[in-house]
Every structure is written in C-alpha cells, then in structure tokens.
C-alpha cells in the first residue's frame, strides 16, 4: 500500500474532478447547504497560511455535513479589483489586469492543491466584464431608487493613496491601506444611503448567529442615540439653528451654545470685532481629525462669536461659542451646553468662566451626569430625568421649538474612488440633461485597459479621451462619463448573489434560484470586515429585496471568524518581519491533509496562534501511526488469516473507543471546535492499535471499526482517507458514505448487576452502568417492567439506595 504523500493528494485530487463528485445537485434544495468563505484578493503573496486557516477547516466541516446527508454548495472566487494591484503596477510597470489575472491562476491552483469541495463551475472574478456589469446594475438600481446620490462633502483623503476613503477606511485617524494621516477635502463624491436602513440593520442583528463582539462593533457603529432636537433663536436675527441633545431634562441648565467651526452659520452670527479670531480658530480645527476632536483627554477649546441665542424654555439669552469638540458631522452640527452635568461642558465652561448651574439633583460635587430630579427647573421641579425629558419636549413641541429625535452615528457610504482599477461608475454627465445614468443595454462600461494609471489626485479615466467623451443617452448630444471608480467594498457586497447564478447573462442573478439558495447558511472570514463588509452586505441584501429582488432579509445567518495564524516568534505574519510561512513548502514535504490537520488540531478555531514546526511534525506522525495501523489491519482482514467468532471484552473495549469518537467527532467539529475533534480521533486510534495487539481479532467487527474510523478522520484527511478507504476494498467514494452515528449503549463502560427489593424480598435483577447516580438507579429500579407490575396499587413510601448492591423500595 503507497504510503500518505503528496502524490496521494494528486490522485485524488484528480479522481474527483473527473467523477465531478463535488458537484452541487441543483435538483436537491431541501438539503442545501451553503457554505461560505470570505473570497480572497489575488494578491502577488498568493495563498498564505491565514487563507488555509479560513478555507481547509471550513471544507472539513462541510465535508462532514455533506457525510451527514447535505447538499453542499461551497463556491470560491476572487475579489479582484482594487488598491494593492494598482500600486503594485504604479511601483513595477504590469499593468494590475496582468497581475491580477497571473496571480488568479497560481492561486487557483494552489486552492485545487488544498482538495476542498469548491464548485469551480461557480467561480467570480469581480474585476471581469461579466461580473462588474451586475455590479454596474446593482448601483444603477440604488440610484433608480435615490438610493445613490452625489454631493459635495468634506471627504477622507489619503494624501499618500491620492484617493478618498470610506468612514470605515479610516482607522484612528489614518489610511487602513498604508497609514498614512487622513486629511479632510471638499469634493463632489458618490454615497450609498446605507443610512435609510439604519433601524433595520441595529434591529435585526439580535436574530444572527454572529459572534456577539462583531454584532456589539455593528450596534455601536449605527450608533442609534435617542434624543431631541431644540431650537435655538438667534437674538436680533432671524436666524436660528437647532441642537441634538440626549439630556433635555437638562434644558434649564444650559449656560452657553457651541457650534462647530465648520457649521454654516458661524459666518452670518460672528460680529466683525471677534471675526478674526473665530477665522484663525477656524484654520486650526481643519487640521484636526475628526477623532482626535472627539479625544476624551484633549483640552477642550473654543471663541466666542459675539451672537447671542435664546434657550427656548426659559426665554434665557446665553452666548453663542464655536469649538472643535462638536463635530460638523453628528447630530446638527451644534450643541447646547449643560456644564454642570456633563463633562465636556464643564472643562470647557471652567477654563473660559462661564456660568455653571444645577438642574439635577444628586452628588456631592459637578459635573453630576447621573439621571436625577429636576431642579431649578420651573413646573418641572421633582420629575425624574426620564419624566422631565418627555414633558420638556412636549411643551417645546407645542411651540414648535423641538422635536423628539433618533440619531444615528452611520454615515452614508461614500463609494467613488479617483483610481483606475475598480468598476466604472455607470453614469453619464450630459451638460444639458445633467446626470444620466447608462441604459442597462449598453452595460458593462468596460474598463479600458490602455489608462495613465499613476495617481496625482484625479481620476484617471479623466485622461483617457476615448473612454470619457461619449454621447448623452437622452439627448444624443456630447457628454462625458463619470471618472470614477467604484469601491471594491460595492464589488463585495453582492458575490454570494452571483454564485449560485454565475453565468446568467440576462440578470445579476435569477431571483427564484437565489431565493431558494440563500441565505447563506455558514459564513467564515476574518473578523476585520466587522464594520465594512459585513455591513455593506446586509445593506444591499436589504435594498435589492425592497426592490423585489430577493424575499430574504439577511445574507448570512451564521457567522465566524476564524482566529490569527502568527509567525513562529508570536507576531503577525509579514515579509519585512521574514517569519511567513508558506504552505506550499509544507504541503510538497507532508502532503495537504498534514498541513489541514496541522492548523485544525494545533489551534483553536476562532483564536489561531503561532505557527510550530515541531505541532506539524507531530501531526505527520500521528498520519503515519494511523496509516501503519489501519494498513496492518487491512492486511489481517484480507488475508482473513485470524479471526475469532465472538465478541469478548477486547471487542466491548474498542467499540466503547469508537462511539466515544462518533459522539465527540460530531459535536465538536459541528461546532467548528476542531482540536478536540481530532484529539477524540487520536484516543481512538490508539485503542485500534491496542486491539491490533491482540493473538486474535475479530476480522467482521474490526472491519466495521475501521470502516467508521476512515469516514471520522475523512474530513479532516480527506485524501489520505480516500486511499485507506479504496485499500480496504470499499467502493468508491468516502465521501458518498453516511457518516456514523454513536451507539449510547456502547458507551455504557462497565455494567453492573443491582438486585430489586420490595420490602425487603428480592423481585428482579437489572444491569446498570456502574457510574449511574443514586436518582438514575432509582429511577431505573421503579421503571423496571417486573417491578412496576408488582408495585400495582401500592404506593410507594421510600426507595433506599445502596449503591452498586441493591435497591429496596418500601411500599404499602
Ligand atoms: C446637552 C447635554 C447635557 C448633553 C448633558 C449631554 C449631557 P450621543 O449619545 O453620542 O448621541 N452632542 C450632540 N451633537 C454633538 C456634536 N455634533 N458634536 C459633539 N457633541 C454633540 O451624544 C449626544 C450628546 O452629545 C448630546 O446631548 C450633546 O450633548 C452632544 F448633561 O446635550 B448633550
Ligand atoms: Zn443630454
């Protein structure tokens, strides 16, 4: 028999493609599954050990799902546009469609070296005409239904990347892609309104199976807050202007307003004598990041404009300020001041000797920014904070000088980017007709491929004539179209829409196929698209549903993430750092199921690790072990040169070895907790080999043993499996085996004979595991049939235990 080895892998790997045993049964849906792995970008690193550490354990559990009676639908694909190929080309000259299609190739075929179950047949490559069309689609369905709209807004740019960037992009203050300081620009950019969705996105996260940190980073990124709008008279004007406030019961302690610097009003209340200094203050808050304005720590700073407004409960006129600390962006763009009861207000009104007053009750010192009762507040003297807020509002509701209110702290998606290597945006600017969207006859706009890609702040589309001129949908005249880009995020969220319905050159997808396929039933990737992907997903699943697309709600109803592999010394896997690993190397020396088992029995799932030569060496071992001993018994089998006929304590001993297995096996690898799976395999080939050791064996029932022992340890050596299963004679294939289901009886160790009394006479004998509890002994004693007879109109008065001899039962 050839010994486990890459060769092995190859076999196989090439048994299955050619019996297509992989292949999803469409005809089958009430046993779909639809198994998802986050798809890879088709980087020049290729597949590294953190893409097997997502994609080989995923496939081992649906391997085994597939054993258990699923049809499983596990597609793979690439998420191909993007900023990585494009710098690269801008450093190295290859043009990112090159690169992008050399590294599809070299990866696929590193995925095909992995044996997983992919429905190739499924494949997208979002960077592809036939895919980024329907992402074309997707957007001119979002605008159709004013769902994407452009505006000037002040943006996050990366100086460095030379493009805008996503909120989500922006991570403490720099550029997620290359760290570079994020500065702000004014600029006419395409949004999504996620934002309409808000509600439904923060309520249907308690219906998900989502690992609880994802869904608390999702909730607090909505960030639903709960309060009011108060409108505030600006005096001798007419202007007037409106804060968001969470504490209106605190209305009658505002002492001063604050407005952003950036708010649109600050230049028609600013009086000439202050305007000099509110301009400088100005020019110094441009430069601050929006989160280091948030900054707890940082001193809170700010000037005043020399206007004053009028608090409109009290009719009280309270000075007008502009200060960094409120953001243009939240809320209204402006606040009321409450300094003794928050702590902002409060440092804020300290350093600039504003008045502070109480209308709170409760704590000895201020800021007291507790709930409490009203004081100093007129007729609402004695509610609670809750009281006070609702009859506050109320009575400013009648003035129409406010308003209840919800906030959310999402922001629109901001999804044009001044790159070249990402989905045109299918609009057409016409200067008669304006803003024409592309006819959806005349998708895709193809990316040209003849571009000057090298970024200086400008789309390059814009340079590229034959792309931009074009004529008006409308009115036939000349036009141009939209220079930018699409983010690849928008690419991403939708894929799983298009697997199952690939090739459909008529629509993105057929609704009645996509219907009866999603939502997806299992999703595995890196937690790091808590606030991006997983979030833009939800999103269009939602709008293209509202628009008669779909009849799901949600995309993804079970979510994991699978934890880190490090590098050997502890720290994050990188080039410069030189502490990769690469699977490859690993794979070529022990074979793709070593590598597999490696990461699946020496981490766990959802935390990884660091990376050890010596783990994966000990797990070769242990493939070796396996291999000897199943082979040694095969031998014996076929030879049928030893046999016993009867089933003694060695057999009783092993079977309890193998239903321990099943029974462990099953519940832990459902729960993608692999380490403990596998460990229940190693228990279990040590008492094969024990009972290997014996003068005889009994040939039938080991058979059956080890035929369960290869269907346990398929999944996770899926080819090595599939060699020990055709060396035992058994028909192809493993994976078209039912997967065992544990005996409870077998796993019943010892059993001991317990003598039933009633009233002191022996009445009936019964056989019980020897470590039952007193309850399941007297449970089994008055259940027994004998017993139960005789017990017949009496009534029990007391069962005495005496355990593993006998149990009394006093009845009269
Ligand atoms: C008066 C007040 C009194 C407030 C008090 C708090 C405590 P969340 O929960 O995050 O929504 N605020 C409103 N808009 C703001 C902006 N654009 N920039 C900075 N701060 C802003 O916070 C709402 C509270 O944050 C609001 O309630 C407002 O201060 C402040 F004792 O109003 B509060
Ligand atoms: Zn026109």
Known sequence: MAKYSKEIDRKWQKKWEETNLYKFDENNLAKKLYVLEMFSYPSGSQLHAGHWFNYGPVDSWARMKRMQGYNIFQPMGFDAFGLPAENYAIKTGIHPKDSTEKNIVTMEQQLKQMGAMFNWDNEVVTCRPDYYKWTQWVFLKLYEKG????????????????????????????????????????????????????????????????????????????????????????VDSDLSFDVFTTRADTLFGVTYVVLAPENDLVDKITKPEYKKLVEEYKDKAKKQSDIERQSITREKTGVFTGSYAINPINGRKVPIWIGDYVLNTYGTGAVMAVPAHDERDFAFATKYNLPIERVIEGGSELPFVEYGKLVNSAEFN????????????????????????????????????????????PIIHCDKCGTVPVPEEQLPVELPYNVEFAPDGKSPLAKCEDFINTTCPICGGPAHRDADTLDTFVCSSWYYLRYPDNKNSEKAFDTQIINKMLPVDKYVGGPEHACMHLLYARFITKALRDMGYLNFDEPFLSLTHQGLILGPDGLKMSKSKGNTISPDEYISKYGSDVFRMYLMFGFAYTEGGAWSDDGIKSIARFIERVERTIDSITDKIKNNSQTKSTIENAEKELNYWRHFAIKGVTEDADKLQFNTAIARLMEFINALSKYNNEKTINNEFVESVIEDFIKLIAPFAPHFAEEKWENLGKEYSVFNQSWPEFDAKALIKDEIEIAIQINGKIRARINIASNSSEDAIKDAAINNPDIKKQLEGKNIIKVIVIKGRLVNIVAK
């Open 147 to 234: 769902l994407a709209y452009r505006k000037k807004a002040p943006v996050n740019w990366c100086p460095s990347c030379n493009t805008v960037l996503a909120n989500e992009q922006v991570v403490d203050g720099t550029c997620e892609r290359c760290g570079t300081e994020v500065t702000k620009k004014n600029l006419t950019q395409w949004f999504l309104k996620i934002t309409d969705y808000a509600d439904e996105l923060l309520e249907k996260l308690d219906e998900l199976d989502w690992p609880e940190k994802t869904k608390a980073m999702q909730k607090h990124w909505i960030g639903k807050s709960t309060g009011a709008e108060v409108t505030f008279k600006i």
């Open 382 to 425: 004695g509610l609670s904070s809750e009281e006070g807020k609702k009859a506050i509002v109320e009575k400013l509701e009648k003035n129409n000088l406010g308003k209840f209110k919800v906030n959310y702290r999402l922001r629109d998606w901001l999804v044009s980017r001044q790159r070249y290597w990402g989905a045109p945006i």
